[in-house]
């Protein structure tokens, strides 16, 4: 059974990426957000030319730029896990339900794609 803790570290795939932040996926588990708020600090976006609809963040330091690949191994840590009521109807149209949703965070030394500390 996979259940994580807040403050435990694990390694994911990028899924998606937007404006609101990272998806991960773990393979057997997709409702892994970053939200740009929990992004390494300066990152800015850029549209990804590679993926239509998608973007590429990119982590400023120390004068050189780090980009959030699609083929990275990313370190996050769990900030929260929450257990979304199980909604009574569901129309065909939205997200299909997630009995679990983490939220991650980057910002802090060794997380991130696994690239940019080797």
Do not use: C
């Not at 892994?32 to 998608?54: F, R």
């Not at 191994?73 to 929260?80: L, N």
Request: a negative charge; proline letters at 10%.
């Amino acid at each position: 059974m996979f259940r994580p803790f807040v403050g435990e570290v694990i390694s994911a795939k990028l899924k998606e990426s937007d404006t609101n932040g990272l998806r991960l996926t773990l393979g057997f588990f997709d409702d892994i957000y970053i939200p740009v708020d929990a992004l390494p600090k300066p990152s800015h976006h850029e549209p990804d030319p590679e993926h239509k609809g998608q973007i590429v963040w990119i982590w400023e330091h120390e004068g050189g730029t780090y980009p959030v690949e699609w083929t990275d191994e990313i370190r996050f840590r769990v900030v929260s896990v929450k257990y979304p009521q199980i909604p009574v109807e569901q129309s065909n149209d939205t997200k299909p339900f997630a009995p679990m949703v983490i939220t991650g965070s980057l910002n802090a030394d060794g997380l991130g794609p696994l690239a940019w500390w080797v």
